[in-house]
Every structure is written in C-alpha cells, then in structure tokens.
C-alpha cells in the first residue's frame, strides 16, 4: 500500500508542497510520512528524501509521528538519508521515531560505517585511559 510522503517547505511557511525541479531551497524542509514505511511506500519516501536533501540549504527534519511502522527496507532508507546528508554537510533530524526503529537504525548505521570505514575501536591504549582518568580527578576542584 503505497502512501504519501507530505513535504512541508521551509518550517516558517507552513505551505505543503512536492519538491520538483522548479522548488526553490529553503533551509529547512519537513517530511512526513504516514502509514507503514514499507514496499513501494519506501521508495516513495526515499526519493523524496534525496530531493529534500539536494533543495534544503541546511537539512531535513523526518516526522514519522504518523508512521504506524518502519520495515527494514525503511530503515535503509533512512540510513541512506543519512549517509547522502553526510556527503552533502547537511543535518537530518528524525522526530517521533519509535524506539525499536531507533535501534535498528542505529545497528544499520553501525554496520554501514564498518564497511566504508572498518572495525570502530579505541584509538588509544588502557594506560592512557587511566592517565586521562587520572588527570580530570585531579583538575577536578576539591
């Protein structure tokens, strides 16, 4: 069931508005899709992500308040929304999101990055831990 993705231009406006080529950018554009971001849904959506990504001067704000559920093929997008907005300098910010959604979406990100960046891990051994540690005690007033 595929279902639309409202596009709010610029938060200030308030105007909904589908991105085409003649939008102009605006610091900020809103999306807010309903229903289940699943199936066709998702392509729905992440389309209009990347276009809201390329026409916002600054970034995106996701409202999924009316999302009854993300699948996983959501949560990709949603990773891909975020790896595109890195590329770009630009912010997404995800509000409403429900907190298994969040979690696998930080597991998607996490496995993202591993295969761009490799293994994430400490850059700096035990002993300089405790140095650290160590240091902020003592810096700290009494």
């Known amino acids: 069931m595929k279902t ?3 596009l709010i231009q610029s938060v200030v406006s308030g105007s909904t508005a589908q991105l085409d080529a003649e939008t102009t950018a605006s610091n900020t554009v809103v999306l807010q899709p309903k229903g289940c971001l699943d199936g066709i849904a998702v392509l729905d959506f992440q389309i209009n992500l990347e276009q809201a990504l390329e026409r916002a001067a600054l970034g995106v704000v996701v409202d999924l308040l009316q999302v009854d559920a993300v699948a996983p093929e959501g949560i990709a997008a949603l990773a891909r929304g975020l790896e595109l907005a890195a590329i770009l300098g630009k912010s997404i ?6 907190l298994a959604s969040r979690k696998r979406l930080r597991a998607e990100w996490r496995i993202s990055r591993e295969i761009c960046f490799g293994p994430w891990g400490d850059l700096f051994d035990g002993e300089f831990e405790q140095f650290l540690a160590g240091e902020m005690l003592r810096s700290l007033p009494c």
Do not use: R
């Open 93 to 98: 910010v995800l509000h409403s999101i429900d």
């Open 4 to 6: 639309p993705t409202t």
